[in-house]
């Protein structure tokens, strides 16, 4: 079993990640999505598993595998998936990767909407979602070792740090998901973690790779 191979820092450390897209309905038979592919995220649990970490992995829509060694909670939408972290609670260590739709549909329906014939398309009124990262950060019960990615196209560095603060986090991992980066959906990440030490940044590594830095720097941060 691979699983059992290696040193266990995090043994005895509960952890929980979110993964994926959030979809979030429209009408029952459509929805608003994103491009995430729960690759990195579904990474970083199965690295945090691999160093001894209880992980509760809470996915949104993906079409890979669940990760060996996790517990995988599934969900569609932010507000199921805020649930799902709460339920997890409490937890040494949150990683939320997921790429959660800032919004939702505020009047999704039970009935599928038709074309009217002569009408204007019909509009869609959207309500903000709640932020998990934020909500964590927060938390009474926050865990001790908060980590947030931020998902940028532009002024990556500034928006991290403010991404940092704002959400109570200890960590940002920042990436540039312009579609020139083919990071949305792709093997390979290129990131930044910020902190409020400063800016360290990775060369362009495989999405496990990323993972397995990462869970190697949260067994060190958090220490014995
Ligand atoms: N996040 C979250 N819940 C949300 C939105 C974001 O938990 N409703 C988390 C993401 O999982 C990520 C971090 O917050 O860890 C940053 O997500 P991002 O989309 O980059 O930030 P937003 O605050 O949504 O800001 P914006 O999309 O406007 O840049
Ligand atoms: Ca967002």
């Not at 820092?9 to 897209?21: E, F």
């Not at 309905?25 to 690759?39: E, K, L, M, Q, T």
């Not at 649990?45 to 990760?67: F, K, M, N, Q, Y």
């Not at 603060?165 to 093997?187: E, F, H, Q, Y």
């Amino acid at each position: 079993n691979l699983l059992d191979e290696g040193p266990k820092p995090l043994a005895g450390r509960r952890a929980i990640v979110t993964s994926g897209p959030t979809h979030e309905p429209i009408d029952p038979v459509r929805y608003i999505a994103n491009r995430s592919s729960g690759r990195q995220g579904h990474a970083i649990a199965a690295a945090l598993a691999r160093l001894g970490a209880d992980v509760t992995l809470v996915s949104g829509p993906v079409e890979i595998a669940d990760p060996a060694g996790v517990r995988t909670i599934h969900v569609e939408r932010a507000e199921e998936m805020l649930d799902g972290v709460l339920a997890a609670l409490p937890a040494d260590i949150a990683v939320m990767v997921a790429a959660v739709a800032d919004w939702r549909v505020a009047t999704a329906g039970g009935q599928k909407i038709k074309k009217k014939p002569g009408e204007a398309p019909p509009p869609l009124q959207l309500a903000e979602n709640p932020d998990i990262l934020k909500t964590i950060g927060h938390h009474a019960q926050r865990p001790k070792l908060v980590v947030g990615f931020a998902a940028e196209t532009q002024e990556v560095e500034a928006n991290a740090r403010e991404k940092l603060k704002r959400k109570g986090a200890d960590l940002i991992v920042a990436n540039d998901v312009s579609p020139k980066t083919g990071i949305m959906g792709g093997s390979r990440n290129s990131v930044s973690i910020v902190s409020k030490d400063g800016v360290d940044a990775w060369p362009d590594l495989d999405k496990n790779e990323v993972a397995a830095r990462l869970a190697a720097l949260i067994a060190e941060r958090l220490g014995p």
